[in-house]
């Protein structure tokens, strides 16, 4: 019995990831456009320079809720706590489908951007306290797959609903699904039993992951990846359709798709691998060296032609893909549930990447070309090589 209550357990998070990254995935390539939508209402001068400061600024306060997420766990838990961001992240969206004002759009928008951050930290620490280290490379496969089919299959529709810069229409249908998601997640884990959570200062957090060198290097090779993730997300739909001229349409229904493809494709299969064969440290080093090479060969290319931009935005997430399942494999390999503090730290990679990679690209536009991000961000990439191939593998 416990068996058969453990396994739906594991089904019922599955579930979640594909609902909240389907939510997340139908807004995430348009976001930047979005926000550049509403800043234009408020006739602002520069207004690629301004988007970063709105993705920084919800970076900043999510960087907070995680300097403390230890001690919310401790006095809400994780279901009253992911219950709630579930029912503010509805009430957002349905916000952003129906408010007018532009400076309350702004506010909904950071809103938004800070609670999609924090829902997939309460969908890892479910699946984390439910987990054993010899299968992590598996679940962690199953986990990310799931999610990233969301990812695929999203965009599509996205991209047949996405008429005239309809913005509203998507914020609707994300939030309907935030439904479903509210519902699962009451009916399974209104009984969840957490664990104790250590409760450690924040310095004391980053003392033990400095003296931990290989917990260290992976939280870098994260760091990394979310800082990729910073500017292609933001940066690459502006840049195809601004610079190349491709429509939203295109970049959002057809290329992302299939650039997004990797994730789907390849997370199992190498989360498999890593518990059973190879370990972590060659497949992150192969990641890091396809990212860098496939980001930078987009400085390059002036085609106007869908499938190439398809073609060469899925090479780079080959890449992606490779690091992101084995930087998830390793960690959560090193840490169990009452780790919070660990998981927090990790999970502050994002907001953080998300606040100096916007402002680090609002920078380097004032003084190169739009097309010259795409070298340094391969250059960057490269970096990961350092930490990787020093790193000791877990079998």
């Keep these: 019995m416990r068996n058969k209550e453990n396994k739906k357990t594991f089904y019922v998070i599955y579930l979640l990831s594909f609902l909240i990254s389907f939510h997340s995935a139908l807004l995430l390539y348009v976001e930047s456009s979005f926000a550049e939508s509403i800043l234009g209402k408020l006739d602002i001068d520069n207004i690629e320079k301004f988007v970063g ?6 970076a900043l306060v999510t960087l907070a809720t995680f300097f403390n997420i230890s001690k919310i766990l401790r006095k809400l838990g994780n279901f009253k706590l992911a219950f709630l961001l579930f029912f503010l992240e509805a009430l957002a969206s349905f916000g952003l489908v129906f408010i007018q004002s532009p400076l309350f759009l702004i506010f909904l928008f950071i809103i938004h951007l800070i609670i999609i951050r924090l829902v997939f930290f309460n969908i890892d620490l479910f699946l984390e306290c439910n987990s054993n280290d010899e299968s992590t490379g598996t679940t962690r496969g199953i986990l990310l797959t799931s999610s990233n089919s969301a990812y695929v299959i999203a965009p599509l529709i996205a991209g047949f609903i996405l008429t005239n810069g309809d913005f509203w229409k998507l914020f609707f249908v994300s939030g309907f699904i935030m439904i479903p998601a509210i519902l699962l997640l009451y009916f399974q884990f209104r009984d969840h039993k957490d664990p104790v959570y250590d409760d450690v200062p924040f310095i004391k957090t980053l003392k033990e992951i400095w ?3 290989n917990l260290y290097k992976i939280m870098m090779s994260n760091f990394l990846l979310c800082f990729f993730y910073s500017w292609m997300v933001v940066y690459t739909p502006i840049y195809l359709h601004t610079e190349i001229g491709l429509s939203l349409r295109e970049i959002v229904g057809i290329i992302m798709p299939i650039a997004l493809l990797p994730f789907m494709l390849f997370q199992f299969i190498l989360g498999k691998i890593a518990d059973e064969k190879l370990g972590e440290k060659e497949i992150l080093t192969a990641g890091f060296i396809i990212a860098g090479l496939a980001t930078i060969s987009l400085s390059f290319v002036t085609s106007t032609n869908i499938i ?13 893909s490779f690091i992101e399942i084995m930087n998830e494999t390793y960690f959560y390999k090193k840490i169990d549930g009452t780790d919070a503090h660990l998981m ?48 000791e593998d877990t079998k």
Excluded: E, H, N
């Excluded at 190439?308 to 992606?320: C, H, I, K, M, Q």
């Design 211 to 213: 003296q931990r060198k």
């Design 308 to 320: 190439v931009w398809a073609f060469l935005l899925f090479v780079t997430r080959v890449g992606a």
């Design 53 to 58: 400061i709105i993705y920084s600024l919800a």
């Design 344 to 391: 927090g730290c990790f999970k502050t990679l994002v907001p953080l990447a998300y606040l100096i990679g916007p402002l680090t690209a609002t920078a380097f536009l004032m003084f190169f070309d739009y097309k010259y991000l795409f070298i340094a961000l391969g250059f960057i990439m490269f970096l990961g090589l350092r930490y990787s191939l020093t790193l």
